[in-house]
């Protein structure tokens, strides 16, 4: 089966407008894309805020009559709109398999490998942790800078028999990778209940998940873990410095990622008056910070006062 795919390249404030129409018309889906180079950072959970130059995709089924749609879009937009509408049409495919296609075994750091499902890596030595990731079930797969810098943090870390708490977990891959690598636990907290439920199948399908618990921020378990990382963004890492600092041990150890190196002073102003940091990590644009939180001495309750 054929597929005709609409899309129009707008501001920020005529996409939701776009959506709508394309929705009446009967579109099976629509998104929401970047129609220039403009990252999205720091964005709040419930925040709607779009690109500035944003491109509004809408896909039919493939007997609909491009002409017919375009003139009802002329009835209900401005015709400076209607000259940017672009049309193609998208033969069926076996669309897990085109994934797959561009999703290879990727390793990181001595002995930790992320693969797709059901896929075996003849190289990988006996002692590997392999991860395997369904795909299309969530993002995270490794192939991020962050993702690929918390990867190889964890592989570097003496994980046996120790307790983890991953902030921000997405598809539950830095989770799961550290209960390979011998963790004895984990917690996985996000915002996001669709992420906690894509850690939770991933996490089955790797057979790690007796050993891991999934919370939303506000049921985070009330303890400390011997490790915390956090993938996320820069401002919610400072906003939420005070919270990760009582999730770690005295002398535990830490890793932050999702940070611009622009952003790296800021991050590491802030974490290092409750910590020793490491020397930090760069991956193309972005950064990891990592470092140890004091074995003896100061309260990190009062160091945010």
Not at 30 to 45: H, K, M, S, Y
Not at 180 to 209: I, R, T, Y
Not at 215 to 224: G, N
């Amino acid at each position: 089966m054929a597929w005709l795919q609409l899309s129009i390249d707008s501001s920020e404030t005529e996409a939701p407008l776009l959506e709508l129409v394309f929705e009446n018309l009967g579109a099976l889906s629509v998104t929401l894309g970047d129609a220039g180079n403009q990252p999205l950072l720091e964005i709040p959970p419930e925040s709607e805020q779009l690109w500035e130059h944003t491109r509004v995709t809408a896909l039919f089924e493939g007997h609909q009559d491009p002409l017919t749609l375009r003139s009802a879009l002329a009835a209900a937009l401005d015709e400076r709109l209607i000259q940017r509408l672009h049309w193609e049409r998208i033969e069926d495919r076996i669309w897990e398999r085109v994934w797959l296609e561009h999703f290879k075994p990727m390793s990181f750091g001595r002995r930790l490998w992320v693969c797709p499902e059901g896929e075996s890596i003849d190289q990988a030595d006996e002692d590997a942790a392999v991860i395997q990731l369904d795909p299309g079930l969530a993002f995270g797969t490794g192939t991020h800078p962050t993702t690929a810098l918390c990867l190889e943090w964890l592989d570097a870390q003496d994980l046996q028999g120790k307790t983890l708490i991953d902030y921000g977990c997405g598809s539950g891959i830095l989770a799961i990778a550290a209960l390979k690598l011998g963790a004895l636990s984990v917690v996985a907290v996000d915002h996001d209940p669709q992420a906690l439920e894509a850690s939770k199948n991933n996490a089955e399908k790797n057979g790690v998940a007796d050993r891991l618990k999934t919370y939303l921020p506000d049921d985070t378990p009330d303890r400390q873990f011997d490790l915390l990382v956090a993938n996320i963004l820069a401002g919610p890492l400072i906003q939420l410095a005070p919270t990760l600092a009582q999730l770690i041990i005295p002398g535990g150890h830490f890793a932050l990622s999702g940070i611009l190196a622009e952003q790296q002073l800021e991050v590491a102003t802030r974490y290092q008056s409750f910590a020793s940091l490491t020397n930090p990590k760069q991956r193309q644009e972005w950064i990891l910070i990592s470092g140890t939180t004091p074995t003896h001495g100061s309260d990190t309750s009062t160091v945010f006062n």
